[in-house]
């Protein structure tokens, strides 16, 4: 009925049929069984409503009854649990006391069998501890001697020298003591048979036998880097070939560095730079020397390059005139891997002798100087394993033929 009365149109129609309006009457009669109608809706929704409430509300209260008694066998279950718990704490505590009567009452133990006196110890076994502490020494020590081995860098023996760069080994000459070492010829002119002596002799003897049609008269020294012996080689080798009765001519190709005036202490201004540029003659550069039996061409200082001056046509014709006056020709060289004059010379030389310091030089070094004098066409005509020492060799195992003749010589 409120709707009805606050419904505009109603109203509308009302008015019209007080004021006798034509169809007005119809028009109320519309509109008011339109909200007749409506209403009658609405009270069939809420009624659906309600039904729907109840329902719930019966679902609710029939949930709250069904959990009332799940909570009353709930309390049930605990008050049984809790019986149960004390039940067993009882027995529990009943067994301990049982446990411990018995204990009281019976042995710790009893005797099973009667014991045995062992023949033999069971511990510690000797034998096989003294067994395994063998293989066990044994392969430590393999391993240490593999692993130096395999760390190993340098050369220690002949065979390996040659093995590994291709080239024979003409010579193997041992470590000089420090004291004699610029002293060097009269150590070993006073100790002929030492073994330093003999091993120059077999330098020099496999040096002629590697060609003996021809015998080489032009002879180079050379090595990879400084201080492998190249220089005291050139210098004992020049004094060997002079005690056959040989002419001989040794010529400081090193023009850096100028050390030979160290081992004789000749007091020369002049070498064969002013030889060579014509400023004095041959005669008043060379000098001879009494405990090398032999002639010697110091080096000067040089302002050019000095390689540029070996590959020279006038060096190379001053080495062909020293061809006509000389039986042998030693020119001792700068390393080969430190400056190009090695390679240089070396075209105009009948034979190279190229030194490596025993255990010292490494194998990428010589390789690479050997390569580098290979690439010219320089002919190698062998090795020489220099400053061996002796007593380190036999240390590690190895044993050059050479050098294990020091016995024989010294008797």
Known sequence: ????????????????????????????????????????????????????????????????????????????LEREVEASRLLYEAFLSRLKETSIQQGIQQADSRVLSRAVVPLVPSAPRKSRISALSLILGLMAGSGVVLLREMAQNTFRTSEDLEHKTGYSVLGQIPKIPAKHRKNVLEYITQKPNSVAAESVRNLRTSLLLANLDTPPKVIMSTSSVPGEGKTTQSITLAQNFAGLGAKVLLIEGDLRRRVLDEYFGHDQKHGFLSVISGDIPLEEAIVHDAALQADILYGEPIKINAADLFSSNTFAEFIKGLREQYDHIIIDTPPVLAVPDARVIGQLVDAVIYTVKWDSTPHRQVLDGLKSLDRVNVRISGLVLSQIDGSKLKRYGYSDSSIDYSAYHQN
Do not use: C, M, P
């Open 1 to 76: 009925f409120v709707e009805a009365a606050n419904d505009i149109a109603l109203n509308q129609a009302y008015r019209r049929l007080e004021d006798g309006s034509v169809g007005a009457e119809t028009a109320f009669d519309t509109r008011a069984d339109a909200l007749i109608a409506r209403a009658e809706l609405e009270a069939t929704r809420a009624s659906s409503q309600l039904n729907a409430i109840e329902s719930s509300i019966t679902e609710v209260s029939t949930r709250i009854d069904n959990q009332s008694e799940e909570l009353v066998k709930l309390e049930q």
